[in-house]
Each structure stands twice: as C-alpha cells, then as structure tokens.
C-alpha cells in the first residue's frame, strides 16, 4: 500500500475500522472464517503464513484459532492499526502470531511462506504497474506452489452498487453514511474484472485465480504460486 493509503487507515479512522467494515463487505465475517478453513484443508498442521495489510488483526486473529500450530507474520503500515491488532492478540493469549510495521518489501526473501493471505487491500492499490508491483513482492516471498488468499472489490455495475447500498441501511447505517459509503466506492477503490486479475496473477508468477467466495462484488480467490 502506498502512504496515502496507510493515512487512510490512522488514529480515528484506525479506531472506527472494525465497526465500519461489516457494514461496507457483505459476508465479512464469513469471509474470513471461509478463508481460514480454506488454508487449514491446504496447509499441514505447521506452516509459516504471511499476512498482507494485516490492518486491526481479523484474519490473522482468524486463522490462528483455526490453526493453532502456524507461525503467522502480519505486516501493515498502519501503526495506530498494529497498535489494535497486538491487543486484540494479546486479550486472546495467542501465541506464533507477530505483527510488523511497514510493507511486503521491507520482509527478508531468504525465509520464504508456506501461504499468504491478502484480504481487502489491493483495491486500494492503483494502477496495473503498482498492482504488478504488489502482487510481485509477495510471490517473491512465496514458496513455489504456495496458495495465496486474495480477495477485493471486483469490477461491477450500478445495480451491485444498489445491493451493497441496502445491505448497508438493512445493518442500521444512516443516509448520510451511506452516501459516503456509494462515494468511496466510486473513489477510492481500484477493482479489475477477471480477466484483468488473471492476466497480474500471470505476469507476477501466480496460476489462474480460482474463485471461493462472493459477497456481491467483493470476490475472494485463490492463487497458487507457480
């Protein structure tokens, strides 16, 4: 992620994250219980996974009471988003889970993961160069054959936007949210189609996606390094 983003996601927008995210994703909190059962029937009992944009420490938190025996690695550049992930860890006595601040680039090459999982991040990212650059870095990090758990907003039309729209007021979000949810949407996301997303997983080293999970436009894939 970029700095701009990682602004995004500081001190009071840090603090409202998780209360605002269930409201933005349909099926969030399915998302990431499918996501870590998806990683139990692939990993054996010890693996190393990385965790992109970590961010409060849902996934990461997930996956560590799915699979006790992992080593999870979260990384993020959000401090004040660290800062929410460790307590949470710790409220849990959870133990191989640590947490670093800054990017997939600032990781070591020589201690490659047995899995990675980037939910929720890179349709943040913008352009095909700095979305090449994003997946690149964590195939590098990758052992071949690893699986990789990717899910974002996915290109969609108005009528998905009206969905998402009254899954939203449907949880008790207010008009004025809402329209600063339906602009944020249009502004502050990135999303490719299928075939945009197939193409990256093919230039960066990845086998073509397969998908495992929908909540409207927000689709999750798997991605196996090559």
């Known amino acids: 992620m970029t700095s701009t983003v990682s602004r995004r996601f500081a001190e009071q927008n840090a603090l409202g994250y998780d209360a605002r995210i269930v409201n933005l994703v349909p099926g969030y909190a399915e998302l990431h219980e499918i996501s870590a059962a998806v990683l139990a029937a692939r990993m054996p009992e010890r693996a190393r996974v990385l965790v992109v944009g970590a961010g409060t420490g849902t996934e990461t938190l997930a996956l560590a009471r799915t699979s006790p025996g992992w080593e999870l690695v979260g990384v993020d550049p959000s401090p004040d988003m660290l800062s929410i992930a460790r307590r949470r ?3 849990e006595s959870l133990t191989g889970v640590t947490f670093h601040e ?3 680039d600032d990781l070591p090459l020589d201690e490659p993961f047995d899995a990675a999982v980037s939910l929720l991040v890179m349709h943040f990212v913008a352009g095909a ?8 870095s964590i195939a590098a990090r990758l052992r071949s054959g690893a699986p990789l758990l990717l899910c974002d907003l996915m290109e969609h ?5 009206d969905v998402m729209a009254e899954y939203a007021a449907a949880r008790g979000v207010g008009e004025e949210a809402l329209a600063g949810i339906a602009q944020r949407l249009r502004n502050d996301f990135h999303p490719l189609n299928d075939d945009g997303l197939a193409a990256l997983a093919d230039e960066t080293g990845f ?7 929908r909540g409207v436009a927000f689709v999750a894939n798997e991605l196996r390094r090559g």
């Open 102 to 104: 800054g990017y997939v």
């Open 129 to 136: 160069e700095a979305k090449r650059a994003y997946l690149g």
């Open 89 to 91: 860890a710790a409220a």
């Open 207 to 213: 086998a073509r996606p397969r998908p495992y999970f």
């Open 157 to 161: 039309d108005e009528d998905d936007l």
